[in-house]
């Protein structure tokens, strides 16, 4: 059974940084497609990054230049690492991976970014 676990969210201020972490189980995580996605209220869920198993990625723009993704196989573990966040940034983050035509969510980590 595939899950993805999340781990890192909490309250920062804008400016702040904060990193995610996503550890994975039951799949082969070189083989498969990591992202992070971010759902704010009212709003619909949005690719924030998105790493492949050749460690190629993709930003949202509103996250470039702010935002990294990671991966560290051996550790079946990817980063999203936060940086200079904005109040626009709160949201619900959702660990992703997709293999083949299989995809799995984690049970998403809320960041707040806030005075």
């Known amino acids: 059974q595939v899950q993805l676990v999340e781990s890192g969210g909490g309250l920062v201020q804008p400016g702040g940084s904060l990193r995610l972490s996503c550890a994975a189980s039951g799949i082969i995580f070189g083989n498969v497609l990591m992202g992070w996605y971010r759902q704010a209220p009212g709003k619909q869920r949005e690719l924030v990054a998105a790493?492949?198993?050749?460690?190629?990625?993709n930003y949202a723009d509103s996250v470039k230049g702010r935002f990294t993704i990671s991966r560290d196989n051996g550790k079946k573990t990817v980063y999203l690492q936060m940086n200079s966040l904005k109040p626009e940034d709160t949201a619900v983050y959702y660990c992703?991976?997709?293999?083949?035509?299989?995809?799995?969510w984690g049970q998403g980590a809320q960041v707040t970014v806030s005075l």
């Open positions: 790493i492949t198993s050749g460690d190629s990625t």
């Open positions: 992703y991976a997709r293999g083949g035509i299989n995809s799995y």
